[in-house]
């Protein structure tokens, strides 16, 4: 039975940081009062310019940040009305692709380690087989997992990222611009690999990019992040 609420929905978000000098006290508002829906199988778009607020919004999304105030709720839940335990189980339903694949990968770690971590971070039961399945979904090998980072490319590391965040089978991937630190040749082939696992575990999916055109084409919807402001948007708006 499918859920009838949607998988995040953000109401009236403000987040404000206070930095307090000898001499006064500065206030920067960072987030007037965000509004987004997204429902299971979608994907909505982030799109805007450095400093405009997203990545704010993306800490507050997965806790680690606390807005000031307005609602966000997970799955249907109101991440400030229940329990840390409920919170827990409700965040391991979240998958994260990061920007850089580089710095995301503890490089003392073998791959075998680093895709078992969710795992055990989560008290949740996994076998050698689970891991090697994980890497051939994104075209890597059971060969790779007494790998280190070091030891792939750009490319392939994402790849290693995108089976991390997809391994405990989450209901909302955040890919927080996957592509911007990889070659334009292996860009499309990330793009790819994330709108195939997308059809094939129905995922919803918050894309944050400053690429247009690759908004349009991955995107049922865009949102633009500007000063702190989120607004819904066709691609011929801007």
């Given amino acids: 039975m499918q859920p009838n609420y949607p998988v995040l929905e953000l109401k009236e978000i403000k987040k404000t940081y206070i930095k307090n000098s000898f001499l006064h006290k500065q206030e920067t508002e960072v987030l007037k009062g965000a509004n987004l829906t997204l429902q299971k199988g979608k994907t909505l778009a982030l799109i805007g310019p450095s400093g405009c607020g997203k990545t704010t919004l993306l800490k507050i999304i997965i806790g ?59 008290k949740k039961y996994y076998t050698k087989e689970t891991l090697i399945r994980a890497l051939k979904e994104v075209s890597l090998s059971e060969f790779d997992l007494k790998k280190y980072p070091h030891q792939f490319s750009g490319g392939q590391r994402q790849r290693i990222n995108i089976a991390r965040a997809l391994i405990l089978k ?69």
């Fill in 64 to 122: 680690l940040e606390k807005q000031n105030s307005g609602v966000i709720k997970l799955f249907g839940k109101d991440t400030l009305q229940i329990s840390k335990k409920e919170l827990r189980g409700i965040l391991s339903k979240i998958g994260v692709i990061f920007q850089d694949p580089y710095s995301a990968l503890d490089p003392r770690q073998t791959i075998e380690q680093i895709l078992s971590e969710p795992f055990i971070i989560n």
């Fill in 170 to 238: 989450p209901e909302l991937i955040i890919a927080d611009e996957p592509t911007s630190a990889l070659d334009v040749s292996v860009q499309a082939q990330i793009v790819n690999l994330i709108t195939k696992m997308q059809k094939k575990y129905n995922f919803a999916l918050l894309f944050v990019s400053h690429n247009l055109a690759l908004c349009k084409y991955l995107c049922q919807n865009i949102v633009l992040v500007k000063q702190g402001i989120l607004t819904e948007i066709s691609g011929d708006e801007l």
